[in-house]
């Protein structure tokens, strides 16, 4: 070996792992925020297939490529598939879940500002995988 | 170490050899033939994302089906066995053997990679490199399908020998005198991705029998619908394809730990650190893999095992980049072609690590999972590193296959353009997928930010393909008509003193 001093690569290493300690602890926290699912969630039921969404709300009513929630509501989306995997994504509220056939997956979401915002598929199904697309339509009742 | 090509022999006494330095020959042809079949796949990919709509593919399944042997080919037929060439040239020289422990089994191992890259081509897959069920169980197109799953299979026992061989050929054939903490690093790097495949690979095998049982209707262990379960395919699946990243990097790494000494006349910083560094890199690499399935709906305390066993990863390869840069430090630098190769090398190298740290805290993957964000990122360690590091290592090890020098001017201009158009295309990959760009989507809607870095990607991806013909030219001239190398110091680095596996070093 030769003479070199090695104190230099132990500080080094001490501050990656430092900002390791930071970010995984960090991430731990928000993530137990994130999902903690507010009591009064309004369950919507996600229905993948190819190469369409299907969404069933609580009263009854069924909606295909189409979802539409209320501005400020608190919803519980429960996610499967008909056929083959697929991935429940609303990219601007940064809502992903994979649609898994034989399972349900769920995740939350509360809209906060009205419009309309694309729902799309994000894991590979097959032929029309690049246009299984559907449109959230978040509505202001309160205005 | 002189590779024989500069006497001319028949070809068939080159292929029908079983020698540790044809072996690696027909190693490197291959792969590199199938670098360049890949490349010009994930141009055509390219050249369709240009704008929205229908440019130069027709329809989505050929689109699919592209995307999917791109991934394939450039995993599976151009890193493993570029690897291995070079660990088939530069081993046995390492551990002062005369040969590969089983020189049989050596060129048994690297017959099977042509057919099953046959398969693999002829078939045109779409199912994309992984493979998921229930997709691939009940909806993915024969033949296709399962001609891929044979050749992935060929490919695997393929490897499962090469590691083998190389596992055998260092613990039992090495020289006396040389002991294990004085081997070379890049014979490290070898033992350790060797020791990987042998415990990650049949994972994947047994994975890759029930799909096809499950395909034929003759089991359900992945189908929901016989009473199977499809993430349990991909945890199968992870587990061998987490660790196989590392079998991959590890390679390119070792070749640096060569590039840079050489260059930068200089011994390495330190080869304690290196070994501890693959090592560990070689354990934590099994901790991690379920790290790609946390938008599968696993539980919290899972995936907060999986994003600890991500993070302890970390660490090592960044002992890797202080090393060196460590290494080059205070040395007296000749930047000829491949030591720019690995410098760029690590300069991505690094920026792939931070990257994959965003992916594995949990609430940012799932801004990031399956966008473009992740192409932008696993593109960055395999061609960003693995890529940079072995073309610098293919420039590196040019003279002594050849006996000719290569061109030094073109290698640095493929270098520039290959630098510049990664940065290009997967950084921007990056920022195109915290805009919410899916991956494998043929087409997609014209939303004016998607449509603006589509276009710099394509530009960048079309750089690359420009160098990558500089390459392919300077390759096939220089080994015909380039100019002979003098092969005591084909670099002009001052002498044999640089070169570990040559007896007289005084480092050793």
Known sequence: MSGHSSWPEWVYIGVVVALLCYVGAEAWNVERIVEHVPADAEIIKVIGQQWLWTFEHEDGTKEIGELHVEKGKAYKFEITSKDVIHSFNIHDYVVLLDAVPGRVNTVWFSPTEAGEYDIQCREYCGLIHYNMRATLIVEDKGA | MVLELHKPRPIWQIMFSTHHTDVGLLYLITSLAFMFMGGALALVLRLELFAPGTQVIADSMTYNRIFTVHGTTLIFLFILPSASAFGNYLVPIMVRYKDMAYPKLNAIAFWMIPPAGALIWLGFADFTWYAYPTYSVISAPGPAADMWIFGLKILGVSSILGSINFIVTIMKCKHPDLPLSKMPLLAWAYLTSSLITVVAVPTFAAALLMLLTDRLGASGFFNPVMGGDPIAYQHLFWFTFHPEVYILVIPAIGFMYEIFPRFSRKPIFSHGSGVTAFVLLALVGFASWAHHMYATGMSFTEKTVFMVGTLAAVPASAMHTFNFLATM????????????????????????????????????????????????????FVMGTILFGTVGFVYYMFPYVTGRMYNEMWGKVHFILSFVGTVMVFFTQHILGLFGMPRRIYDYPPIP????MNIIISIGAFIIGISMAIFLGNLIYSSAKGKPADMNDPFGLGGKYYYPYQAKNPHH
């Open chain 2, 449 to 452: 930010e998607w449509v603006q």
């Open chain 2, 329 to 380: 430090w205070g040395g007296r630098i000749k930047f000829a072609t491949p030591i720019m190769w690995a410098v760029g090398g690590i300069a991505l190298f690094f920026s792939a690590g931070a990257g994959g740290v965003v992916n594995s805290a949990m609430p940012l993957d799932f801004i990031t999972h399956d966008s473009y964000w992740v192409v932008g990122h696993f593109h960055l």
